[in-house]
């Protein structure tokens, strides 16, 4: 029996994937969520095989839930969602997920993903796997340059400030913060404050 935690902040999405799921044999569906924050808790106490997890939820998103689920224990992450950007789907596997499928994606594809996922395998959607192929043909750009100033602004973002907290911290307005991160979201090529740090990270441009 593969035990499932349906992670989806819509309820009527959250609703169809349970019926459709218990309905599969084989399949047991032990928890719901209807934000990453909860999806890790619920993880935590009803140790499923598979937590299906959709990307941006209010309340934790599915990157940084996928995160605090993977280092939990053995529950695999199979992303399920609508979106299918090359950061949020290099965000999604950098945090351990072991799947990565479309909600368009036809009800036999999910079953199996999940399956596969359950057995340690991956699982991609076509379009996914193609985008994934495509970025590693791709030369790989020399880092961005950051000025000081923004360096410095997400330096306190990767501490975990929130935008208030850096502009006291720097004695600068809100708004200018703001307009940094902007830049530096521009500058990285990404659309989140997570996966800013990360990828400065990952280049050393953060310590």
Same mark, same amino acid.
Not at 85 to 93: F, G, P
């Given at each position: 029996?593969?035990?499932?935690?349906?992670?989806?902040?819509?309820?009527?999405?959250? *609703?169809?994937?349970?019926?459709?799921?218990?309905?599969?044999?084989?399949?047991?569906?032990?928890?719901?969520?209807?934000?990453?924050?909860?999806?890790?808790?619920?993880?935590?106490?009803?140790?499923? $095989?598979?937590?299906?997890?959709?990307?941006?939820?209010?309340?934790?998103?599915?990157?940084?839930?996928?995160?605090?689920?993977?280092?939990?224990? $053995?529950?695999?992450?199979?992303?399920?969602?609508?979106?299918?950007?090359?950061?949020?789907?290099?965000? *999604?596997?950098? *945090?351990?997920?072991?799947?990565?499928?479309?909600?368009?994606?036809?009800?036999?594809?999910?079953?199996?993903?999940?399956?596969?996922?359950?057995?340690g395998q991956t699982a991609l959607s076509p379009q996914v796997a193609a985008r994934l192929v495509q970025r590693m043909r791709q030369p790989v750009a020399?880092?961005?340059?950051?000025?000081?100033?923004?360096?410095?602004?997400?330096?306190?973002?990767?501490?975990?400030?929130?935008?208030?907290?850096?502009?006291?911290?720097?004695?600068?307005?809100?708004?200018?913060?703001?307009?940094?991160?902007?830049?530096?979201?521009?500058?990285?090529?990404?659309? $989140?404050?997570?996966?800013?740090?990360?990828?400065?990270?990952?280049?050393?441009?953060?310590?």
């Amino acid at each position: 029996m593969i035990r499932l935690l349906i992670a989806d902040d819509h309820p009527v999405v959250r *609703a169809g994937l349970v019926g459709l799921l218990s309905d599969v044999p084989g399949f047991e569906v032990v928890g719901e969520a209807s934000d990453g924050t909860q999806a890790a808790r619920i993880a935590a106490a009803t140790s499923p $095989d598979v937590v299906l997890m959709d990307l941006r939820m209010p309340g934790g998103d599915g990157v940084d839930a996928t995160a605090a689920i993977v280092a939990q224990g $053995d529950a695999k992450v199979l992303i399920l969602t609508t979106y299918e950007s090359d950061d949020q789907i290099l965000a *999604a596997i950098e *945090a351990g997920a072991s799947g990565y499928l479309l909600k368009a994606a036809p009800q036999d594809e999910i079953v199996a993903g999940i399956r596969s996922v359950a057995e340690g395998q991956t699982a991609l959607s076509p379009q996914v796997a193609a985008r994934l192929v495509q970025r590693m043909r791709q030369p790989v750009a020399p880092a961005p340059v950051l000025s000081g100033r923004e360096v410095e602004v997400l330096r306190l973002v990767a501490r975990g400030h929130s935008n208030k907290q850096v502009a006291a911290g720097l004695g600068i307005g809100e708004s200018t913060v703001k307009t940094h991160l902007l830049r530096i979201f521009d500058k990285l090529g990404v659309a $989140d404050r997570t996966r800013a740090v990360t990828l400065a990270m990952e280049r050393g441009l953060l310590d």
